[in-house]
């Protein structure tokens, strides 16, 4: 069993930078992959980045150059640095967690809202 906890949600400006953060805790953390989704207001949830045990990432068109996703095994951490945010990338933004094909493991979300 994995817990997540996510923090670092906020308000900023469009162009602004906000930095992410998830603590997971459970056993054999280095072997997951990690990753975070979001959901825009009235929007379906949608895959954001994610960052295997290797150190290897992969991230949506929409944020490619802006957000970069990393991770700490040491720590059980997990990060997501967004920079040039756009207010489109507004909505709850969800640390997830998975040793297979999908993600079984979800934190509660933080909120991150973009003004224009």
């Known amino acids: 069993q994995v817990q997540l906890v996510e923090s670092g949600g906020g308000l900023v400006q469009a162009g602004g930078s906000l930095r992410l953060s998830c603590a997971a805790s459970?056993?054999?953390?280095?072997?997951?992959?990690m990753g975070w989704f979001r959901r825009a207001p009235g929007k379906e949830r949608e895959f954001v980045a994610s960052?295997?045990?290797?150190?290897?990432?992969i991230s949506a068109d929409s944020v490619k150059g802006r957000f970069t996703v990393s991770r700490d095994n040491a720590k059980n951490m997990v990060y997501l640095q967004m920079n040039s945010l756009k207010p489109e990338d507004t909505g709850i933004y969800y640390c997830?967690?998975?040793?297979?094909?999908?993600?079984?493991?979800w934190g509660q979300g933080t909120q991150v809202t973009v003004s224009s």
């Open positions: 459970g056993r054999f953390f280095s072997r997951y992959k």
């Open positions: 960052i295997m045990w290797t150190g290897s990432t």
């Open positions: 997830v967690a998975g040793d297979g094909p999908t993600y079984e493991f």
